[in-house]
């Protein structure tokens, strides 16, 4: 099974400072985590992944997120947040089973709502 | 250019009717998803197919059907057997490979509201 947590439905910052969405994951096995950003009444646009490697990946917009497995973590970062960043993110989760059968669609988190403001 | 394409946009049901929802992509992806979407719920997986003529039950199945008869296309139905069919549905597809470590890409979504 695999499932993932955003315990936060909505994130509030001031424009220019860090802000931080959270994300932590269950799953059987190596997790492939996934950050999407959803903007009003649009499909979901994809920010950036982690397979395997450097724990701290970098992904559009300027997003990076990272990987703690011990804290089976997988947090979206930005250093200096714009207006534009308002919108909802996902956090999403795969993994393939060790038969390498069953589920290959991704797991969503219910999504963090990040109000940025002027 | 390529991407994934849902139609209609917006989309009404009457009571007893059912609708069928387009999804058609030029990614020549393998996978192709359909997820409901409702306030505060995040997405939840109707039904996947991995390759032409396959396709796999979600989470929430209940009241849809879909086929894969093109690699290319992927539509949903919205059957009358669905007692609460009003919500955000998207469509997504990603490449199939061994490793699961593949991004979905999705369409812009399609709003059925139930009238």
């Known amino acids: 099974a695999q499932s993932v947590a955003q315990p936060e439905d909505q994130v509030n910052v001031a424009e220019g400072n860090p802000l931080t969405v959270k994300c932590t994951y269950s799953v059987s096995g190596n997790p492939y985590l996934f950050w999407y950003v959803q903007y009003p009444n649009r499909g979901l646009q994809f920010l950036l992944k982690y397979i395997t490697g450097d724990n701290l990946v970098k992904g559009s917009y300027g997003f990076e997120a990272e990987f703690n497995k011990s804290q089976t973590s997988f947090h979206l970062k930005k250093p200096s947040a714009l207006v534009s960043d308002s919108a909802l993110y996902f956090c999403a989760v795969r993994v393939i089973p060790k038969e390498d059968t069953g589920r290959r669609a991704l797991t969503f988190g219910s999504g963090t709502r990040l109000q940025v403001q002027p | 250019d390529g991407g994934i394409t849902q139609s209609p946009k917006y989309l009404f049901r009457k009571e007893g009717q059912n609708v069928t929802l387009s999804c058609e992509q030029n990614?020549?992806?393998?996978?192709m998803y359909w997820y409901r979407q409702d306030p505060g719920q995040g997405l939840r997986l109707i039904y996947y197919s991995q390759i032409v003529n396959d396709f796999q039950k979600g989470d929430i199945a209940e009241g849809y059907s879909v086929s894969r008869e093109k690699k290319e296309s992927f539509p949903l139905t919205v059957t009358s057997a669905q007692k609460n069919p009003t919500a955000f549905y998207l469509c997504?597809?990603?490449?199939?490979?061994?490793?699961?470590?593949?991004?979905?890409?999705f369409g812009q979504g399609t709003r059925l509201t139930v009238v």
């Open positions: 997504a597809s990603s490449r199939m490979l061994t490793g699961a470590n593949t991004e979905a890409f």
């Open positions: 990614l020549n992806h393998d996978a």
